[in-house]
């Protein structure tokens, strides 16, 4: 990451735009301003963004088909804005690829907590666990890369994330709680909704039948439990 991370701030309101660029601007980071999802993807073609700050509502390519879009030539991570009776949007832009999101109106204390989440890649570990190997799967920490049973699947950052925190505790029950607030920060252990999306997508890449799912094992009312099966010898 460069010493200024990238920021892309997409959204047709001038003013939200204006007091993000303000906001951000004196964080630190070099930020670049789109007022569509066009001149995003326009943008993107010689401008490396290290996040990307979304409205979902917006003409033409509205936030949810720009995550489509975005997420066809990079994992870069996705944060949308939204208001609260958004709940079915919010859920398809994590469904296309989003990383987060944050409800207007919103404190920006709040989004600058989340950018600062979003900007964190998988937490540095001991050399040992920069490859996690256990049961079915082979987990390449310094490549992003997963193989089930050979099989390569491609993961979001998010969604890689949160199978390496399960894959470090194989058998253990891991909490809603635990697991929001390991992967997307204290704020957010109220957000139910992020892990049964998160787990849905994980499950249709990584399962061999998503509906009956035999290595993401849900504990009724507490959480989840990683189960990786028996490595073939």
């Not at 979902?56 to 009776?85: A, F, H, K, N, W």
């Not at 600062?116 to 540095?124: E, K, M, S, T």
């Amino acid at each position: 990451m460069p010493d200024r991370p990238h920021i892309l701030v997409v959204d047709d309101e001038s003013q939200i735009t204006r007091v993000l660029r303000t906001s951000l601007s004196a964080q630190g980071y070099d930020i670049r301003v789109a007022n569509s999802g066009e001149m995003a993807l326009e943008i993107m073609k010689d401008w490396s963004p290290n996040l990307i700050i979304t409205d979902l509502t917006m003409p033409s390519i509205d936030g949810v088909e720009l995550c489509r879009r975005v997420r066809t030539v990079s994992q870069v991570p996705i944060v949308v804005l939204s208001v609260r009776d958004q709940e079915r949007q919010k859920v398809e832009a994590l469904d296309a690829g989003a990383d987060d999101y944050v409800t207007k109106p919103f404190g920006m204390n709040e989004l600058l907590a989340r950018v600062r989440a979003n900007l964190r890649r998988v937490p540095a570990e001991p050399e040992p666990d920069a490859l996690i190997e256990i049961g079915d799967f082979r987990i390449d920490m310094a490549a992003h890369k997963v193989t089930v049973k050979g099989r390569e699947v491609r993961l979001t950052p998010k969604e890689f994330e949160m199978l390496v925190y399960l894959a470090r505790r194989p058998g253990k029950v891991v909490s809603h709680r635990a697991l929001l607030a390991a992967i997307w920060g204290g704020q957010s252990t109220e957000q139910v909704e992020y892990i049964r999306v998160f787990v849905g997508q994980l499950r249709k890449k990584l399962e061999p039948d998503a509906s009956s799912p035999r290595y993401i094992v849900t504990e009724p009312w507490v959480g989840y439990r990683f189960e990786p099966g028996e490595k073939e010898s």
